[in-house]
């Protein structure tokens, strides 16, 4: 069941109206836990979602979309469990209206306290997460079909697809790059 939307704040409504938006076409980065199709949207209460909407989340560069994952699956734990296999995939997406938030600073200038922007532990996240749904809840209220917006786990952008707007044609997966070895990748991020 959807959220109940809290009534908006105008002042916010029209800020994030004014922001810069066009379309976006390109490719695009997800993992997913084996199994799952790449492209299947959900409204999961994440950064960019208040459970009101549906969302895809990506990645510009497949370390961004690593990046993302490797939290979810590590927060709290010392190891990830082993039984777990996720994939990377290559998706295309073909947005008309995207919003463009290159900057923390932008995000600062719309409320959102940016100074510890993906600093936070997992289980904080309620400090953070409601003012950027807010945002996006905004950008989908103005008819926008997604956000690029900084990541809080890389210097990769992410590409929220707002599912609803964008439509079922806006977005396809392109290739499975396969199972993904954390371990591996982790090294390689540590430098070696």
Known sequence: MAAVRP???????????ALHFEPWTGTAWRVVREGREPT????????????????????????????????????????IPSQLRYGLHELTLSLAACVRIASLEVLAGL?????TFGQLAYGERQT??????EIAEAAHFHGRD???????????PNLVVFCGPAGPDAFGAVKD????????WRAAQRGG
């Open 40 to 79: 299947q949207c959900s409204a999961v209460g994440g950064r960019w979602d208040d459970r009101t909407f549906d969302v895809l989340y990506t990645s510009t560069h497949p370390d961004g979309a690593r990046a993302e994952m490797y939290f979810h699956l590590s927060r709290g734990q010392p190891v």
């Open 7 to 17: 009534p908006r704040d105008n002042r916010l409504l029209d800020a994030v109206e």
């Open 146 to 156: 997604g956000l690029l917006v900084p990541s809080a786990r890389s210097e990769h």
């Open 111 to 115: 409320g959102l306290k940016t100074s």
């Open 128 to 133: 953070e997460y409601p003012r950027a749904q």
């Open 177 to 184: 790059h396969g199972i993904v070895d954390w371990t591996a």
